[in-house]
């Protein structure tokens, strides 16, 4: 935990409830794309590869500390990381999105800096962030030899399939439903999506983070808020003439953001074109299934 937790633990011991609780957390997982290419990339020099990791994940972890997160474990090359515990954090979904946007605006710093070191052979660090807001149980976990301080359930599980879901999606952070709902219009954020990710029944509404708000106050936000908004309507309503139309502005919208959402629009461009040689039955709810996590 973060230094400025440790004081208020110090100051305030009565507050630190180690036993297992039931509280809402706001959970973050990350996770290196293409890590294997990473790796065989120092496969003559293991120790730089160690020295890589490192400064990634010291940087990762700053992020998370410096915004009052409490880092549950690394695993490998990804995080996990929760909101809310041990202290109460009254804007923990806040603090959770801030902390994700420091992220990539630190990798790209850290990408830009290893370029200049390396006269561009580098391969570029890539990250994906999952973060979802709910009722978790957290404390004490494992044997009876071996602990760690960790949160189990439903948020927690969908918090990682979010994390795994920013690859189908083309975008660097997804945040599930409640998350949305407690930040109002503190961040840039779009609708993706009605999903049903693996193992779970209930559809989820999943947003992309994009940006702060001073992002979400510009008109080209606006612009870009009004074109996905079409698009997905439309797409739910059937009307694919329309939701085409709208993907080309989203895509353009993105563009004129510096946010690079080409990927994103071919995705329901696909759709739509699949959907035009063989429509949905007449009881499609929209969702899309996950077939991978």
Same mark, same amino acid.
């Given at each position: 935990?973060?230094?400025?937790?440790?004081?208020?633990?110090?100051?305030? /011991?009565?507050?630190?409830?180690?036993?297992?609780?039931?509280?809402?957390?706001?959970?973050?997982?990350?996770?290196?794309?293409?890590?294997?290419?990473?790796?065989?990339?120092?496969?003559?020099?293991?120790?730089?590869?160690?020295?890589?990791?490192?400064?990634?994940?010291?940087?990762?972890?700053?992020?998370?500390?410096?915004?009052?997160?409490?880092?549950?474990?690394?695993?490998?090359?990804?995080?996990?990381?929760?909101?809310?515990? /041990?202290?109460?954090?009254?804007?923990?979904?806040?603090?959770?999105?801030? =902390?994700?946007?420091?992220?990539?605006?630190?990798?790209?710093?850290?990408? $830009?800096?290893?370029?200049?070191?390396?006269?561009?052979?580098?391969?570029?660090?890539?990250?994906?962030?999952?973060?979802?807001?709910?009722?978790?149980?957290?404390?004490?976990?494992?044997?009876?030899?071996?602990?760690?301080?960790?949160?189990?359930?439903?948020?927690?599980?969908?918090?990682?399939?979010?994390?795994?879901?920013?690859?189908?999606?083309?975008?660097?952070?997804?945040?599930?439903?409640?998350?949305?709902?407690?930040?109002?219009?503190?961040?840039?954020?779009?609708?993706?999506?009605?999903?049903?990710?693996?193992?779970?029944?209930? /559809?989820?509404?999943?947003?992309?983070?994009?940006?702060?708000?001073?992002?979400?106050?510009? /008109?080209?936000? =606006?612009?870009?808020?009004?074109?996905?908004?079409?698009?997905?309507?439309?797409?739910?309503?059937?009307?694919?003439?329309?939701?085409?139309?709208?993907?080309?502005?989203?895509?353009?919208?993105?563009?004129?953001?510096?946010?690079?959402?080409?990927?994103?629009?071919?995705?329901?461009?696909?759709?739509?074109?699949?959907?035009?040689? $063989?429509?949905?039955?007449?009881?499609?709810?929209?969702?899309?299934?996950?077939?991978?996590?």
């Amino acid at each position: 935990v973060s230094p400025d937790l440790v004081a208020t633990l110090a100051d305030n /011991p009565d507050q630190l409830k180690l036993g297992g609780e039931r509280r809402e957390l706001s959970i973050l997982f990350t996770d290196v794309r293409g890590f294997t290419g990473i790796s065989e990339s120092f496969k003559d020099d293991p120790t730089g590869l160690t020295t890589l990791m490192n400064r990634f994940l010291t940087i990762m972890s700053d992020a998370i500390m410096d915004k009052r997160g409490t880092i549950d474990k690394f695993m490998g090359d990804a995080i996990m990381a929760f909101w809310n515990a /041990p202290l109460d954090e009254k804007d923990h979904a806040r603090l959770s999105c801030s =902390a994700a946007l420091r992220m990539m605006q630190d990798i790209a710093d850290l990408n $830009t800096l290893r370029a200049h070191e390396t006269d561009g052979s580098a391969i570029p660090i890539d990250i994906g962030i999952g973060i979802n807001t709910g009722d978790a149980v957290v404390g004490n976990m494992g044997s009876d030899k071996r602990f760690d301080y960790s949160a189990l359930g439903d948020p927690v599980n969908l918090a990682s399939r979010l994390e795994g879901q920013t690859k189908s999606y083309g975008v660097d952070i997804i945040i599930g439903a409640s998350t949305r709902a407690q930040v109002g219009e503190d961040f840039a954020v779009i609708e993706l999506d009605l999903i049903r990710v693996k193992g779970k029944q209930e /559809p989820e509404h999943i947003h992309a983070l994009i940006g702060d708000g001073a992002m979400n106050a510009t /008109p080209d936000f =606006a612009a870009l808020r009004t074109a996905n908004e079409t698009m997905i309507d439309s797409y739910r309503q059937q009307d694919w003439q329309a939701a085409t139309r709208a993907a080309q502005d989203v895509r353009a919208a993105g563009s004129a953001l510096s946010v690079d959402l080409d990927f994103y629009a071919a995705l329901y461009e696909d759709r739509i074109a699949t959907f035009r040689d $063989t429509p949905p039955p007449a009881d499609w709810d929209g969702v899309f299934v996950a077939t991978s996590k």
